[in-house]
């Protein structure tokens, strides 16, 4: 573990499925010491593929190794009365609780609020529910794609006159983990003024709601129900057209003399040179035909060197690039984004996205790769809580281990 980080020194025990996973993430790579909690046999996001080499095992799944990057784990059976009397010894001593059961879930355990409070007044309580704690639809089932519709945010993704399309992505799930981890560093700092912990409700649809941002100010300021644009941007800015070898980000963001003559200079979009598209609202309003013309301009264009002239001319144009594409990209080689990390177990290291911050003081690292099932139950449950061999030994064979 790095000697100081932002967060080194803070204790979290991660109940977290799939759903809430990121928050734990970002906890632990900013210094935290974050302890998921995974049934015997490992969390059910051990059998997310894809997995390494194609070959389905609980430590091979790639989508759990980039949700529980620097964490520790802990097995233990939280459905019987040892586990639970396990969980409140090790709670006794923690700063944070994370959790992501349906509601009502954890006190159903005997580790609700109450309880916990009880066992650490300090302690903080984050719970991360599809609609949070309370309300009508508290109990309701939901995935992310469930959650970006009731969140608004799957009505807006897609073309016109034609169905929604699904966002890429778990966007709901992010989001919520993204407001938790703000929520949880403001409990932090009301806690060191007053020490009392806090129990924070999140709620992924509100989250997700919160994240789309365009479309309440709209709404309430101008009585608008904003539409589908496809690859076009809410406001009109932007649009994706194709080139010659790929795909490129349209912007009339810029400076519209300089794209004009730039366009012209290529004896292209001459209509464009008619009086009225010197507005900017007529261009706006127009921007179906506006995009048109452009798209015909860069067809026959290189993506790279069309994005890079642009860039020279202070036009915000852009490539669209692939992942394998972007897993190169030289600004992101530059400022070190991807790391190596080294999986002992499997003699090999693999590269992994970081951290989109920088910390100059206490920065950033990799200081431990995704945790093999139950990796830590002997270090934790023996080293730090001193439950002895012997006894480690009969709970592993009571399956409470």
């Not at 292209?268 to 261009?283: G, H, I, N, V």
């Amino acid at each position: 573990m790095p000697e100081q980080s932002v967060l080194t020194g803070l204790r979290v025990l991660d109940l977290t499925d799939h759903k809430g996973a990121l928050c734990g993430r970002i906890l632990a790579d900013m210094g935290a010491d974050v302890i998921k909690i995974e049934p015997p046999g490992g969390d059910a996001a051990r059998r997310i593929g894809p997995f390494l080499d194609d070959v389905p095992h609980r430590d091979r799944s790639l989508f759990f190794w980039f949700y529980n990057l620097n964490k520790r784990s802990v097995t233990l059976d939280l459905s019987c009365p040892q586990g639970t009397g396990i969980f409140a010894r090790m709670a006794a001593a923690a700063d944070l609780v994370i959790e992501s059961f349906a509601p009502g879930r954890l006190a159903a355990l005997g580790l609700g609020w109450d309880r916990l409070r009880q066992i650490n007044p300090a302690l903080i309580l984050c719970s991360i529910a599809p609609f949070g704690q309370t309300g009508p639809w508290r109990d309701y089932e939901a995935n992310d794609s469930i959650l970006a519709a009731l969140g608004g945010m799957l009505y807006v993704c897609g073309y016109p006159k034609e169905r929604p399309v699904r966002p890429l992505g778990l966007q709901a799930y992010h989001s919520g983990c993204h407001y938790a981890v703000i929520a949880i560093m403001g409990a932090l700092f009301a806690r060191d003024r007053s020490g009392a912990g806090q129990w924070i409700d999140v709620s992924f649809q509100e989250a997700t709601a919160s994240a789309v941002e365009h479309l309440a100010g709209r709404y309430f300021g101008e009585n608008d129900i904003p539409r589908r644009y496809g690859t076009m941007h809410w406001f009109r800015g932007f649009r994706v057209a194709r080139c010659r070898n790929g795909y490129v980000m349209h912007s009339i963001s810029g400076d519209w003399n300089t794209l004009l003559e730039w366009a012209r200079g290529d004896g292209k979009a001459q209509e464009l040179t008619e009086p009225q598209w010197s507005d900017d609202s007529y261009r706006r309003a127009n921007c179906e035909r506006l995009y048109q013309i452009l798209d015909e301009w860069v067809k026959d264009k290189d993506r790279d060197q069309l994005a890079e002239r642009a860039q020279t001319l202070r036009l915000p144009y852009a490539a669209v690039r692939p992942i394998d594409e972007l897993a190169c990209d030289e600004q992101l080689e530059a400022r070190g984004y991807f790391v190596d990390v080294e999986h002992p177990e499997l003699g090999r290291t693999f590269r992994y996205p970081g951290a989109p911050f920088r910390l100059d003081a206490t920065p950033w690292r990799v200081y431990r790769r995704p945790p093999l099932v139950g990796e830590h139950t002997a270090e934790i449950l023996g080293g730090e809580l001193g439950i002895g061999a012997e006894e480690l030994a009969v709970l592993n064979a009571q399956g409470v281990i």
